[in-house]
């Protein structure tokens, strides 16, 4: 071997040293900016996720929450004279700020509780419950009835995919709670919320037909214009609820509130001792449940763009 082939091995040796040494310094420089963008990435998802949630929650710069189905009121529009802005519209021409506690969902678990807070404060409320056959929900419809709160209709069932199948099922569904209701307090419940809310567009059927149908049966229907924030799978905790709804009620001069009567709520409980006195301490202001007397605060279908 002459001396050009020495040099010619040598400079093939070192090419091959400087490949295996960028790959050996590459790679892990390609595996930590891996990790560094999956974390980067997961972190971004959770501040998402938690925007969502805030948004939702504060009914103020309204948002829609996908686990939840609900969303804030700032993205609909609200029929019912003076509900959608606070320009100074006295809906009810008295001055008088109106405020509906409405509780979805139940009855559950913290049934008696939210009931026993109310009644500690002589503040009567609206209950949009399910059905439910049980012996303790049987006992708190009687006592919702029985203590002076208003007793709506939230569906039977509470599954979107039967009760907005047909008229028929919606039907079918509504009467089955009526009768349940009445035969268990003696009272025909004629106000409804819809599952999702009339803004809805998980039914299957056009929601003006089954407005049509409620209102062929003298059953009024109630949305809501603010929410508490209480609907998301992780609610927030009490502090968080009750400046949702005091945020709210600074907003309108009659407000009904989206609240839920549901085991994992128990943060909604927890408010509720915090916002009734905050409230009762306020100068003209009734805390009411929903009677014939009071104006429907109701979304707009057409307006929605929210799929729950
Ligand atoms: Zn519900």
Same mark, same amino acid.
């Given at each position: /071997?002459?001396?050009? #082939?020495?040099? &010619?091995?040598?400079?093939?040796?070192?090419?091959?040293?400087?490949?295996?040494?960028s790959v050996v310094i590459i790679i892990p420089v390609l595996i930590i900016l891996c990790i560094f963008l999956v974390i980067n990435n997961i972190a971004l998802r959770k501040?998402?996720?938690?925007?969502?949630?805030?948004?939702?929650? =504060?009914?103020?710069?309204?948002?829609?929450?996908?686990? =939840?189905?609900?969303?804030?009121?700032?993205?609909?529009?609200?029929? #019912?004279?003076?509900?959608?802005?606070?320009?100074?519209?006295?809906?009810?021409?008295?001055?008088? *700020?109106?405020?509906?506690?409405t509780f979805d969902d139940g009855p559950g678990a913290n049934t008696d509780d939210i009931l026993d807070i109310l009644k500690e404060n002589d503040v009567k409320a609206t209950?949009?419950?399910?059905?439910?056959?049980?012996?303790?929900?049987?006992? /708190?419809? *009687?006592? @919702?009835?029985?203590?002076?709160?208003?007793?709506?209709?939230?569906?039977? =069932?509470?599954?979107?995919?039967?009760?907005?199948?047909?008229?028929?099922?919606?039907?079918?569904?509504?009467?089955?709670? $009526?009768?349940?209701?009445?035969?268990?307090?003696?009272?025909?419940?004629?106000?409804?919320?819809?599952?999702?809310?009339?803004?809805t567009t998980t039914s299957v059927t056009p929601i003006s037909d089954l407005i049509d149908y409620l209102n062929e049966q003298d059953i009024v229907y109630f949305d809501w &214009?603010?929410?508490?924030?209480?609907?998301?799978?992780?609610?927030?905790? *009490?502090?968080? @609820?009750?400046? &949702?709804?005091?945020?709210? +009620?600074?907003?309108?001069?009659?407000?009904?509130?989206? /609240?839920?009567?549901?085991?994992?709520?128990?943060?909604?409980?927890?408010?509720?001792? +915090?916002? @009734? %006195?905050?409230?009762?301490?306020?100068?003209?202001?009734?805390?009411?449940?929903?009677?014939?007397?009071?104006?429907?605060? $109701?979304?707009? %279908?057409? $307006?929605? @763009?929210?799929?729950?």
């Amino acid at each position: /071997m002459d001396e050009h #082939g020495r040099d &010619n091995r040598a400079r093939v040796n070192f090419i091959k040293r400087l490949l295996v040494s960028s790959v050996v310094i590459i790679i892990p420089v390609l595996i930590i900016l891996c990790i560094f963008l999956v974390i980067n990435n997961i972190a971004l998802r959770k501040e998402i996720t938690d925007l969502k949630i805030k948004s939702e929650g =504060s009914g103020y710069d309204g948002g829609y929450d996908e686990t =939840s189905g609900v969303y804030s009121v700032s993205d609909i529009s609200v029929k #019912g004279s003076g509900t959608t802005d606070n320009d100074g519209i006295d809906t009810y021409g008295d001055g008088i *700020k109106r405020i509906y506690l409405t509780f979805d969902d139940g009855p559950g678990a913290n049934t008696d509780d939210i009931l026993d807070i109310l009644k500690e404060n002589d503040v009567k409320a609206t209950f949009f419950v399910v059905g439910r056959n049980d012996e303790h929900s049987l006992e /708190m419809y *009687k006592r @919702i009835v029985d203590e002076g709160h208003t007793l709506g209709l939230h569906s039977y =069932s509470h599954k979107y995919n039967e009760i907005y199948a047909s008229i028929d099922a919606f039907a079918d569904d509504i009467r089955s709670l $009526q009768e349940l209701l009445y035969e268990t307090t003696g009272v025909w419940p004629r106000f409804y919320r819809f599952p999702g809310g009339s803004s809805t567009t998980t039914s299957v059927t056009p929601i003006s037909d089954l407005i049509d149908y409620l209102n062929e049966q003298d059953i009024v229907y109630f949305d809501w &214009n603010i929410v508490s924030g209480d609907a998301v799978d992780n609610p927030p905790d *009490k502090d968080t @609820i009750v400046k &949702n709804c005091l945020r709210g +009620i600074d907003k309108y001069d009659e407000c009904v509130i989206l /609240m839920h009567d549901l085991t994992e709520k128990r943060s909604t409980v927890e408010a509720l001792r +915090i916002l @009734i %006195p905050k409230l009762l301490e306020m100068e003209d202001v009734e805390i009411l449940p929903i009677t014939d007397d009071t104006i429907p605060v $109701q979304h707009v %279908p057409a $307006q929605s @763009i929210i799929n729950d």
